[in-house]
Every structure is written in C-alpha cells, then in structure tokens.
C-alpha cells in the first residue's frame, strides 16, 4: 500500500472515529428521550392484547348463542325444541356455560331441569327491551346454583318465533375472563370492577402512575385498565446507556483497526470484481474471476463465479418448463376435443341422452380444470355443480332430484373454485344413495348476510348420526383431519380452503336433524380481495 492510500485509509478511519463517538451520543440522548414512550408502548401493546383474547371469548359465546337463534327462527322451534338444542350447546361447551334458558315474551325464564322465575325486574332485560341492540351482556351475578361468578348473555330471537321463545338467555362463568385478565383490572359497562388485580394497591402512595386502557369489543361500555409506576417503565436506562456506550466504544475501536488494516488490501479485489459484474450486466456471462485468496475476497470471487452458473442453469431450467407448461396445455385441450368428437357422433345418431351427459362432462371438466386460477365466480361455480348433478341424475335418476338458486346480483362474485362438488358428492353418496325406495333433493342456494356471502346446501335425505355429527363439527371447526372416513376429509379440505383463504372467522358449519342435513359456507362479500384476511 503506497503512502497516498495509506493517509486515506487513515483519514476515512478518523472520520469513522469522529463519526462514531457523535452517533453514540445522540444514541445516549435519543434513549433518554424514547425509552419511556416505548415502554408506554409495550405496555399498551400488552393491555390491547388482553383486551383483544377477552373479546374473542365473548365473541365466541355470542356467536354460538347467534347460531342457536337464527336456527329457531328459521325453523320456527317450540321451547322445548329450543331447550333441547340448548342442552346439546351445554353439554359440548360444559366449561363455558352455566345455564341456557330460554326467555318468553312475559319476561319468564325456563329450563328443561328447574322451574321458572320471571326477568322482569333485572337490568340486562330492561336494557334490551329499551334498546333495539341483538343482544346485551349484563354486569357481574353471584349465580345462585354454584356461588359462582358469571355474565349473562340475552339475545333476541328475530323473527318472533312465538310468544313462549322470544330471548335466549344463556349464563356464562368468568373464570376464563379472570384467567386472561390476570394483573389487570376490568370494568364492566355500568363502570364496576369486576376483575381486581392482583398487584399491590398503588392508589395511596405518592408515586407517578401511568394508566392504560383499552375497551373490550362486542361488549359495550366494558373496559381493561393497567396501573404501573413510572419509575418501572424507565427502570434499568442508565444502565443500558452505559453499556451501550461501552460497546459502542469498543465496536468503534475494532472497526477503526479494522479499517487500517484491511483498507488497502480490500479496495483492489473488489474494484476488480466490480468491473466483472459491469461486463455481465453488458450481457458477457462467460467472464469469471481468478482470484486465487483463501480469504474473503477469494470466497467472495468464488461466489460470484458460483452465482453466474447458477444463474445459467436456471435460465437454462425456465426454458424447460416453459416447454413442459406448453406440453401440459395440450392435454386438456385434446380432452375438451374428444369429447366434442363423442357428441358429435352421438348427435349424428341421435342419441340425445349421450348427448346431453357428454354435454355436461365437457362442462364439468372445463369449469373444473379452469385456468389454473384459484377463484371463480358464483355463477361458474354454480354452472360447475349443476354440470355434475346433470351427471349424477343419468345414475340415480329414480331417487336423485336438484335445485340450484342464487340472488342475480351475486352472479360474478368470486369464490374459491370448486368447494360446492365434495360437498353436494358427501350428499349424494351419504344421505340420498341410502334411501334407495323414494327421491329425494339437494338444494343449492346463495345470498348475501350482511358483509357475508351465505351459500348452503341443504338434502332431506338420511340425518347424520348424532356422534358422527359432533365429530365432524370437530374437524370442520379445530381445523383437525378426520381420520375415519371421506365424509370428514372431504369437508374438512372445503373448511380448511376457507379459512387459508380469508381466516379463522369464515369456513363450514354443519347441522343434521328431522330429516334435513345443511352445510353452510360463510365467505366474506369482496371475493379473492378479502383473501388473507381475519
């Protein structure tokens, strides 16, 4: 290294130096100014986070309290029908529920194993009949069966049903509430502590207090609240700032020698592999570097060397598959084109039946295959469905009969390809096909619940055996595979493409009873837009 390259590397690791030693300064002062409002942060962050678990808990209850009321009025259930459905809720979630009852128009509240008291006079009933809300959650009540804590939820049931079901009233214990809420204290909508902490009362002493709030959603006027001192949140900085500037110091030290050292022997290997890596962006891939250092120049070479083969061996790899994707797109097209071939020679001898089911597997297939894109719309996948029902009807014409109906509007919206087939197949060969002496019928239909795409499926055919219902509801809800036959596999796939698609919240849910098995498909309205999200 000459003298003149010898000043610059000195002078560049001056000014690294100089540089450095500013840097850790304003670092020391930046941490002094940031700190707290980071921990403030943190905090926040952990206080939301609580906020969001207590929320998806309550959402969950309501959600399944919203299933059980929508179910009676669609079918326009007795009370004790209700009951019935209720105790079934209860047994499946016997941790999350005390007690459902159901609510008539007079303000009684029954049970199918106690006997009635009226509402009337208690504050969560006035509260919704005041109010047009679906439902509302009362404060905290000592229950009197257990001495337990809990919440209840009324819910309206709309429709009326009749004047013996009008409110669901389901009682909820808070002890998972409690468990999630652990250190933290929450109010409820009338602003009483219904959760105490657990750390040491901070009200009487004379020490800076920083609050954090955050609100419960789905549960009105419900909020988390979090004291800490403010001496914790900047607890352990000076300490930090010190080591910072201690390794800060000997970083700046190393670096400094490093750059004494390794400035020179640096800067002409990499010039050279630069004016290497010009001529490859000038299109020459055949150049490659000589440089014969085991250090890591040398490797650096090496690499670089390594880089351009690997690039050629993948230009070299897209070509191929190019090619074979080429290849590919051949073979549906010569399907496509036998079978127009098939109903050509079937329609020159006037066999319409052949006709027309060659007519639908043409159809079947070129909805099906598509163009290898995920989503279709409503009305593909619909015209998809009916082309394999078409099918299925030349087979089990004496027992097999279909209805497809869907709100125009909804035509081109997208959807996931091909999610109505495994599930109207599950209808066929599990409820109809068993019912060999009378026709049965498979309704398809689609429409709009809110910002939610509602599709369901319904068959009056053979009802799911109660414990192979609770054991599909299992796979299609946990998302867990069902191992003891197609049925599981085949909704469980349906279930698991929804919720990959737009998260936990959309999917499959299934019901089976009095003669009619429903599967019903939630997606958001938006399509492929909406992918990805929860």
Not at 3 to 26: E, V
Not at 79 to 90: F, G, H, P, T
Not at 119 to 143: A, C, E
Not at 184 to 194: E, H, N, Q
């Amino acid at each position: 290294m000459n003298s003149i390259q010898r000043k610059i590397t000195y002078y560049a690791g001056g000014c690294f130096l100089l540089l450095f030693l500013a840097l850790s300064g304003a670092i020391y002062l930046e941490m002094e100014r940031t700190v707290v409002p980071l921990n403030e942060s943190l905090t926040q962050q952990i206080v939301n986070a609580r906020s969001e678990q207590i929320s998806y808990w309550f959402q969950q209850r309501i959600g399944e309290v919203e299933m059980l009321a929508t179910l009676a009025a669609d079918h326009h259930w007795t009370r004790d029908e209700l009951l019935l459905e209720s105790r079934k809720l209860e047994q499946r979630r016997r941790n999350d529920y005390e007690s459902i009852r159901i609510v008539d128009l007079k303000g009684n509240s029954w049970t199918s194993d106690s006997e009635s008291f009226s509402i009337l006079k208690r504050d969560y009933y006035k509260d919704l009949i005041s109010s047009n809300p679906p439902y509302v959650v009362s404060n905290v009540i000592v229950s009197k069966a257990n001495e337990a804590e809990i919440v209840v939820i009324l819910y309206r049931i709309e429709p009326l049903v009749n004047e013996d079901v009008a409110y669901i009233a389901a009682a909820v214990p808070i002890g998972k509430m409690k468990e999630i809420a652990k250190d933290i204290l929450v109010y409820d909508g009338r602003g009483w502590l219904i959760v105490n902490s657990e750390s040491p009362n901070l009200e009487g002493n004379k020490v800076s207090l920083s609050t954090f709030t955050a609100s419960i959603a789905g549960v009105p006027g419900w909020k988390l609240i979090f004291q800490v001192p403010r001496s914790q949140l900047s607890q352990g900085m000076i300490r930090t700032q010190w080591s910072a500037l201690i390794v800060g110091s000997v970083v700046g030290i190393f670096f400094l020698i490093l750059v004494i050292l390794l400035g020179s022997s640096i800067a002409r290997p990499i010039q050279t592999l630069r004016q290497l890596m010009r001529q490859v962006e000038n299109g020459d891939w055949n150049v490659r570097s000589n440089d014969q250092r085991r250090d890591e120049i040398g490797e650096l070479g090496r690499s670089f060397n390594q880089m351009l083969k690997n690039l050629y061996q993948s230009q070299q790899e897209k070509k191929e598959m190019e090619l074979q994707m080429i290849h590919e797109q051949i073979k549906p097209h010569f399907l496509y084109n036998t079978l127009d071939t098939i109903q050509w020679m079937a329609a020159s001898h006037e066999a319409d039946d052949v006709v027309e089911i060659v007519e639908s597997l043409s159809t079947y297939f070129r909805l099906g295959l598509g163009s290898g894109n995920q989503f279709a719309t409503l009305g593909q996948e619909f015209q998809h469905v009916e082309s394999y029902l078409n099918i299925q009807c030349v087979r089990y014409e004496d027992i097999l009969e279909y209805e497809l109906r869907y709100d125009e509007h909804l035509e081109q919206h997208q959807i996931i390809r091909f999610i109505l087939q495994p599930i109207v197949e599950n209808a066929i060969y599990h409820g109809i096909k068993p019912l060999a002496d009378r026709k049965s019928k498979i309704s398809i239909s689609a429409y709009e619940r809110g910002d939610q795409l509602i599709v369901s499926v319904e068959n009056n055919g053979v009802d799911i055996p109660e414990s192979r219902l609770a054991s599909l509801q299992e796979t299609v809800r946990n998302g867990k595979k069902d191992i003891n036959g197609e049925i599981g596999f085949g909704l469980y796939s349906v279930s698991h493409r929804i919720k990959l698609a737009y998260g936990e919240l959309y999917g499959l849910q299934i019901s089976s009873g009095q003669g009619i098995t429903r599967m019903t498909l939630n997606m958001p309205l938006g399509g492929d837009e909406s992918c990805g999200k929860s």
